[in-house]
């Protein structure tokens, strides 16, 4: 049996085995805070039973996600506190387990080819990979769209991956250009890290107008910005592990001065929710100058501050959601198709 973290996305530390029972620390890296985000696989375990243990506050409402081949993700919905216990059966000779439903980024490759639209590159990241960008529309307004500027954050890739879906049909293209960088921290996707609270900071407190950017990715999308306007920049994230605010879809109003466009949005996008996605409500949002949002160098804030900008913010949309409200690839890509009607509602 062998479990490893040989994969796009892997993050794992073995401590003990004892039997049939497995100790796992997921790792940190060069995240300063206390984090949650942990991938793993298993392989030559048919037949066995075994059970996972992890620190506190590293599994979701769901247990596990688990998957055959990083793309298709299912709940394993048993979970006990901070373990869950897997059967293997005679023919699962590689089961991958993850804190969630992982985004792997063939997945936005395969999309890419499959609606013709070219994947061009970004920069270099500091690793040497080529980060991938794709633009759509050639309009002389500028929406920017972008994920993961955190790493770990999966959801955010599968709700952008709805919106790009509904724009590509859309009207709006004659009037504007989508600027999107999927994966702003390509290096710590690929590579499984947190990506939250890096050391010094994270991608998305590379941002400040007075400073030169640490990150390649952050200096390419604020040249383009810069060159090309932002009217609309949106960031799609994942909240914090879980609770409260954490179980649901939410704006975070990052200023004042546009609490009317924010409100307004917010608004629009309640109503645009359909049936098969994930719910979103309005007064979820996170009201500017509350609890732990109160500013920073962000990519939102960065946007929102250019003069062209009607309107720039983070979406977070919860790793789990709640047992009437669960999150699965298909309500996470319904919300982003939502989120791109909204966004035409609004304009309109
Ligand atoms: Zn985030």
Redesign the pocket.
Known sequence: MRIHSDFTGGNICVKQINNDTVYLENQLRDTTEDWFYWAFCVEGAGNKQLTFHFQPNRLGYFGPAVSYDLKNWHWLDKVNDDCFTYTFSADESKVYFAHSMLYHPDRFYDFAKEHSICITELCKSKKGRSVPCVKLGNGDKSIILTAR??AC?ST?SYVLEGVLSELLKSELMTDYTVFCVPFVDFDGVIDGDQG?SRRPYDH?RDYNPEMASIYPETAAIREYADENGCVFGFDF???WHRGRENDTVFIVQNCFEKLDSLNRFGETLENSITDDSLKYEHKNDYPFGTGWNKGGNQFAAYMTKKPENDVAF?L?TAYFGSENNKVNEQRLLSLGKCFANALKEYIS
């Open positions: 500027h955190h954050e955010g939250k998305n994230h994942s909240p983070t977070e």
